[in-house]
């Protein structure tokens, strides 16, 4: 005889985002599974001796959310240990919070902050370098700008990491220097490498900022989600939190081959010998990371037009390609035949064009694979191009720092042009074409935070939920609630490998779901975004909130 449930919510209006049975009444959990979904008398009657039992009156239950890209350490990182006074923060609150942490920090310490916005590079001066040097003369420092890509560093950091007038050009990035060949302290996509060994966290702080994350994620209501750039010390770190139990997420972490981050491309052996290394329980290794272009608002994303101002006949549509179209098809080939998933950042349309080009490179070479290939962002799409993705069974993955106003939309506007603007992020168009959209957060790479339900309801409207910013972005792209659920769900659990496991309610998956005071249906968006769960269940164990 079957041993009863251990636990059953009862009472609830039950969203499944099963197509079986799309809603239910109540459900019951065994083992960390679920074991029944259905009509409260139904799943009541499974209840036994030792089995808990709990009426919800009313209250709603859906899956836990998934976020497909969120770097998860590196913004825990940036909340426990780093200077940053705010995403839209004004120049001078970002040189006050460097000046208070000069205060409290022993000289020589490296203080690493942020953000600054590359479209008002003139408030810099003619050599940036020395506004740090001013405010922190005996700490080397490094900002972020708003879109992680690109470095501000002083005078102190540029001597320890050997930068001078002599430091040749880095492929793919630019040292900027003055009129006299020296460096002004701004590095620009890979040239930021020079800098990067000096900014890894201690194992100590990447144990803290797993915990902090964690419990972050869980009062957001998410279970499962994709670390998009992972090397061996973040691997660590999430495989020893997850084998002490303190994880309580599923988390596909995509191994980085290569990124304007890093000096060198990572062997393929090495990384096979992570993904075996570091797989455990609920961190999946499976996955892999490459850079194809940067971003719009440094003028580093690649497109196949020009930028507005540039001169058609100047324009290269590969010069800002980061891997050239042929390389990357090898390298597309040698991933997917090695068994990993690949995920590739790329913003501008040449950039999307040539990382499908890649994929379908792989799908002729090595045939069906089953492995579904990501484009990270997928911000501007050739029209062209967006019945390619599920053509090819790729997966288009986006973002609402732009697909919504936010304090990334003046600059996106003034680099791009309204007219190209306003074309970003196709959703609608893409699910038309029956592309399985994923949703990621990039916090905290120009996301302030890792808020999905900001994301969910400004997809529904392509306006700011809050309220905070005027306007919409491609407001003809909205979609209704019902077709955005599955990207925050069933189609995020399968880019992790994990179709069925979890980002639904049916029996046999994981019980990872979430209470709601109240079902989504009927919210406007301002209360959609303003959505918090009341109780978040990993594997049928409460992580945040109660019962």
Not at 70 to 80: E, I, K, S, V
Not at 269 to 298: N, W
Not at 351 to 369: D, F, H, K
Request: hydrophobic content about 45%; some cysteine.
């Amino acid at each position: 005889m079957r041993q009863p449930p251990e636990l059953i919510l009862t009472d609830a209006q039950v969203r499944t985002m099963d197509p079986a049975r799309p809603f239910a009444q109540a459900l019951a959990i065994a083992g960390g599974r679920i074991v029944a979904v259905g009509m409260a008398g139904d799943v009541g009657a499974l209840a036994g001796p030792g089995t808990r039992v709990v009426r919800l009156h009313g209250k709603a239950l859906m899956p836990g959310l998934i976020d497909s890209h969120t770097h998860g350490l590196w913004g825990a990182c940036r909340d426990l240990f780093e200077v940053f006074p705010g995403l839209g923060a004004p120049l001078q609150a970002v040189l006050d919070g460097v000046a208070a942490k000069v205060a409290t920090t022993p000289p020589g310490t490296w203080i690493i902050g942020g953000p600054w916005r590359p479209f008002d590079r003139a408030d810099l001066g003619a050599r940036p370098c020395e506004m740090l040097d001013r405010t922190a003369p005996d700490h080397p420092v490094v900002l972020k700008d708003v879109s992680q890509h690109n470095l501000w560093v002083n005078s102190r950091a540029m001597r320890l990491a050997g930068i001078d007038g002599a430091t040749p050009e880095v492929p793919g990035g630019v040292i900027e220097r003055d009129t006299a060949g020296q460096p002004t302290g701004i590095l620009i996509e890979t040239a930021g490498s020079l800098v990067q060994p000096f900014l890894q966290p201690t194992a100590d702080q990447l144990a803290q900022a797993v915990l902090h994350l964690a419990g972050y994620f869980h009062s957001m209501g998410m279970t499962g989600f994709k670390e998009p750039m992972a090397f061996a010390a973040e691997l660590k770190a999430y495989a020893d939190a997850d084998l002490a139990g303190r994880l309580r997420l599923h988390v596909g972490a995509h191994l980085t081959r290569f990124s304007p981050f890093a000096s060198d491309w990572v062997p393929i052996e090495e990384m096979q010998a992570l993904r075996a290394r570091y797989r455990a329980p609920h961190l999946h290794t499976g996955f892999a990371k490459l850079f194809l272009d940067g971003v719009p608002i440094a003028r580093t994303a690649a497109f196949c037009d020009p930028y507005p101002g540039q001169k058609p006949a100047a324009h290269d549509p590969d010069a800002l390609l980061l891997i050239a179209p042929d390389r990357l098809a090898e390298e597309l080939i040698l991933l997917d035949g090695a068994g990993f998933t690949v995920k590739m950042h790329a913003v501008g349309d040449r950039a999307i064009q040539v990382g499908l080009e890649a994929i379908a490179a792989a799908r002729a070479a090595n045939g069906p694979s089953g492995l579904r290939h990501e484009i990270a962002h997928s911000n501007f799409i050739r029209p062209e191009d967006i019945a390619r993705f599920a053509a090819l069974d790729a997966v288009p993955e986006v973002s609402p720092k732009l697909w919504y106003p936010n304090p990334v939309t003046p600059g996106q506007r003034q680099v791009l042009g309204d007219a190209r603007a306003e074309s970003c992020h196709p959703v609608r168009s893409l699910l038309d074409a029956g592309a399985a959209v994923i949703y990621g957060s990039d916090w905290p790479a120009a996301a302030p935070d890792a808020d999905p339900w900001t994301g969910l309801a400004g997809m529904t409207t392509r306006t700011d939920p809050t309220g905070r910013h005027p306007g919409s972005v491609g407001a003809d792209q909205a979609i209704p609630l019902a077709r955005a659920l599955p990207v925050f769900t069933t189609n995020a659990a399968r880019a992790l490998r994990l179709d069925g496991v979890t980002g639904v309610l049916a029996a046999g998956a994981s019980a990872d779901l979430i209470v709601l005071d109240r079902p989504l249906d009927g919210l406007e968006a301002p209360d959609l975004g303003a959505t918090r769960p009341l109780a978040t269940l990993f594997e049928g164990e409460v992580v945040f909130g109660a019962l």
